[in-house]
Structure formats: C-alpha cells, structure tokens
Nanobody, 123 residues
Framework: QVQLVESGGGLVQPGGSLRLSCAAS????????MSWYRQAPGQQREWIAT????????NYADSVKGRFTVSRDNAKNVAYLQMSSLKSEDTAIYYC????????????????WGKGTQVTVSS
C-alpha cells in the first residue's frame, strides 16, 4: 500500500505561483503513473495533470495547460505540481493520485490517493 501526502498549498494572490509536492511512502513510486486532481467547492473532482513513471510523458487539462507543470523526482519519491499565473478559479483542494500499470486520467482508475491540500487564490 502506497501512501501519498500532499504539501505546499496555501493562500496566493491572483497571478502568483505555488508549487505542490506529493511524497510517496514507497520506492515503487518510480513505477507509478502520477496524476493531480482538484475539487472546488460544490463541484466534482477534476483531473488536471498526469506524468508517466519516468516523467517522459505529461498531459494536462485545457484549463491548466501552459500554466501548470507536473514533474517528479524518482530518487526522492516525490511528484510536483508547479502552478503559475494562478486565477481565482484555481481555488480548490488539490489531490495527487497514483496508478500502477496503464496510464489513464479517469479517477476511477487510480489506485492510491492523498488527502489533499488546499489552494486558495485571492487578493
């Protein structure tokens, strides 16, 4: 069982930047597809980014493409989500998730979830 712990959330002004981290408890991290999701108040959880085990392939939702960057450090068992040009509509709880095997953005296909970290974009 892999445990995932997100960190790095907080309050940031519009136009600002923030980097989220997702630390995994197991060295199998390097074999997992890592994804980020978010859930805004009153809305369904939304997929926003995925990176494959080596980090060679990344994919983004249109809502964050060009502003967010997903990366990973397999030596440290950590995935990152660098967020720039933040907008008020980016306010949400951000979750990291992991999947062993084939890559998918479907949240039902994730095997492991973190508990989330709050990101609030407000002046």
């Amino acid at each position: 069982q892999v445990q995932l712990v997100e960190s790095g959330g907080g309050l940031v002004q519009p136009g600002g930047s923030l980097r989220l981290s997702c630390a995994a408890s197991d060295s199998s991290f390097g074999t997992l597809n890592m994804s980020w999701y978010r859930q805004a108040p009153g809305q369904q959880r939304e997929w926003i980014a995925t990176t494959t085990p080596t980090g060679a392939f990344t994919n983004y939702a249109d809502s964050v493409k060009g502003r967010f960057t997903v990366s990973r450090d397999n030596a440290k068992n950590v995935a990152y989500l660098q967020m720039s040009s933040l907008k008020s509509e980016d306010t949400a709880i951000y979750y990291c998730a992991a999947r062993a095997g084939g890559c998918t953005t479907n949240e039902g296909g994730m095997h492991y979830w973190g508990k989330g970290t709050q990101v609030t974009v407000s002046s």
